[in-house]
């Protein structure tokens, strides 16, 4: 035989609800209170609604009839509406009024879902949670509890993670899920203790002592409740259901003698239940008390619980077994088995009443699925063949496009390609003047005049085979036709190209530092030489970055000579420029031609080295 509290989880979750009724309901009124006096800073409330909310801790009775009977915001007003549905349904919770639905407290979790009232969030997914668990939709609850959990962490509202982690670890543990919830309930006592609110740490460490012993672990079942029963002495709190579940705790183990002292304490409650004289009747049918264990039976009879009656009137056919009681017997198995019947009719119709709603529920989803197939069916069908229509049209389309498109693509190359030679002889005859001019002039030495005949004959040679690229271009846009377009493009494109070199060679022969420094050189300093490459990269719109690109390996020295040569200064003037002799300029040329090709992979044959820079 086992006690009342322990018997089975699942016929007595009813009745240790109406046991502890009275801590849940401190419990929640202290947590409103705090709430209610913490609340962020948002739209200041309704009269009646900042009073109902300042009521409801000492008395949720007159903040219900406040709520009542005040106008009821209108739904238009948002916020005042959604304030007043979560104060209506907290006031209903903590008087244990039934909710036929959730509709209400809805009406609160939709408004504050989407705001950043993080405390306001959470308490109304908390009740959201509480509503559907008192109607029985536990999946939804979870989800809920869940979700106010979420969002209690946000705040620093202790009381308000007291209150989201009871009712969750309450959840966990009527469904066998003691990990869970022996988690839930330590994190609800941590917070209790963080808000230091010794009536919250009782509360906790009871929960605790519930879930050690549904688990089978009764030493620390026994420590919880007696820990707890410590902290109710310190505040002389009147709350005596710590001793009933303690003794149940000594029944299990068959310490009877403690069980009878803790339930005896309890019978001094106001509140005594009828578990109370249902776990006293046990222990004295245990001690083999039979008569107090008869009176205390015969009282917990008077009950509309089917489950404690059925659990009742086992106890009492044991006893009837004894001589004095065999009389009853006969009664007593009768009844027993009216309320057996009566239990497992309960439980099976609430079985099929949930599988009766899961049926329905798949019935209708795939009621909507079939419609949904056949409808969607229809759709496709009819956009398949619109889609092999329009696919047609433009295939047909697409290919005639792409043909021209492929055809003007062509000209536009070729077009390009011929302005482009034509551009490259133009500046070409523009270096070899200049070329010829220094020649004439006779201004370099015989080695420097070298390799100024060197250049000017590999830009004559560049030329001539330009031009007879040019006839052959020439010869293949002739025959195509409606080439007046693509001309026009490459010729408008061509254009810009050659106003962009003119502007160049302008600003090389009007810009007075270089001018100065063509006229007289001087060695340059450190920050002139800053200059000079700054000022290559202005003209020739970023020569440096273009060149260490194309050869990351060169030095400063390096970068400087190529942008020397970039302004077209003679190895005379780059001489002066430096502070070195020519020679020793044709030979860091050279050797910088040398370089620059090897990691390019360009022949030295092909091209200058100055036409290479000048290009680039």
């Not at 310490?255 to 249902?278: F, G, R, V």
């Not at 007046?484 to 070199?501: C, F, I």
């Amino acid at each position: 035989m086992k006690s009342g509290y322990f018997r089975t989880f699942a016929e007595t979750k009813d009745n240790m609800k109406t046991a502890h009724l009275s801590l849940l309901l401190i419990s929640l009124m202290a947590a409103c209170l705090f709430l209610g006096c913490t609340r962020p800073a948002e739209d200041t409330p309704l009269p009646e609604l900042a009073q109902a909310e300042a009521v409801m801790f000492d008395r949720p009775d007159s903040a219900l009839h406040i709520l009542e009977t005040m106008p009821k915001p209108d739904a238009h007003a948002k916020e005042q509406h959604a304030l007043w549905c979560l104060l209506v349904t907290q006031a209903r919770y903590k008087q244990m009024l039934p909710f036929c639905s959730d509709s209400l407290i809805r009406i609160a979790y939709e408004y504050y879902r989407p705001t950043d009232n993080a405390r306001r969030k959470a308490m109304s997914a908390l009740y959201m949670g509480n509503v559907n668990y008192e109607l029985k939709h536990i999946t939804e609850a979870m989800d809920y509890f869940l979700e106010a959990k979420a969002e209690m962490e946000k705040t620093d509202d202790d009381k308000l993670g007291y209150l989201v982690m009871s009712s969750l670890g309450n959840l966990y543990v009527y469904r066998d899920l003691t990990d869970y919830a022996l988690e839930a309930f330590q994190e609800a006592y941590d917070y209790a203790v963080k808000d230091s609110c010794k009536r919250y740490e009782m509360t906790s460490l009871q929960y605790l002592g519930r879930t050690y012993a549904v688990k089978g672990d009764y030493e620390r079942s026994i420590h919880s409740y007696n820990h707890a029963i410590q902290i109710r002495d310190s505040i002389h709190e009147p709350f005596y259901s710590l001793e009933s579940e303690l003794a149940d705790v000594y029944f299990i183990l068959g310490e009877y003698e403690k069980a009878l002292a803790l339930e005896k304490q309890a019978l001094k409650s106001d509140t005594t239940s009828i578990q109370d004289y249902y776990g006293l009747g046990e222990t004295f049918f245990c001690l083999e008390k039979y008569d107090s264990a008869y009176y205390y039976l015969r009282k917990a009879l008077h009950t509309s619980n089917v489950y404690t009656l059925a659990g009742v009137y086992d106890a009492l056919l044991s006893l009837s077994h004894q001589p004095a009681y065999r009389q009853y017997m006969t009664d007593f198995c009768d009844s027993l088995l009216f309320y057996q019947d009566s239990v497992y009719a309960l439980d099976k119709s609430e079985a099929i009443i949930a599988y009766k709603e899961k049926y329905e529920h798949q019935k209708l989803i795939n009621k909507n699925q079939r419609l949904t197939y056949h409808a969607t069916r229809l759709f496709l069908l009819s956009i398949i063949a619109v889609l092999c229509l329009t696919g047609a049209v433009i295939y047909f389309l697409y290919y005639r496009k792409t043909t021209i498109r492929r055809k003007n693509a062509e000209l536009n190359r070729l077009t390009t390609q011929l302005n482009d030679n034509k551009r490259l002889i133009a500046r070409n005859n523009t270096y070899i003047a200049e070329l010829e001019t220094r020649i004439a002039e006779n201004r370099e030495a015989t080695e420097q005049m070298e390799e100024l005949q060197e250049t000017l004959a590999s830009l004559r040679e560049e030329n001539q085979t330009l031009h007879q690229n040019n006839e052959r271009l020439q010869n293949e846009i002739s025959t195509h036709k409606s080439t007046h377009k693509a001309d026009s493009n490459a010729e408008e494109l061509n254009l810009l190209k050659s106003h962009r070199d003119q502007l160049s060679a302008l600003v090389l022969e009007t810009h007075p530092y270089l001018v100065a420094l063509h006229q007289k050189p001087v060695c340059l300093t450190d920050k002139e030489r800053n200059r000079i490459c700054q000022l290559t990269d202005t003209v020739y719109a970023g020569f440096g970055k273009r060149l260490l690109a194309a050869v990351p390996t060169l030095s400063e020295y390096e970068v400087l000579l190529c942008c020397l040569i970039k302004l077209h200064f003679s190895v005379s003037e780059i001489a002066t420029l430096l502070a070195i002799s020519p020679a020793s300029v044709s030979t860091s040329k050279s050797r910088l031609k040398k370089k620059i090709y090897t990691h390019l992979g360009i022949s030295s044959e092909k091209k200058s080295f100055d036409s290479w820079i000048w290009e680039l």
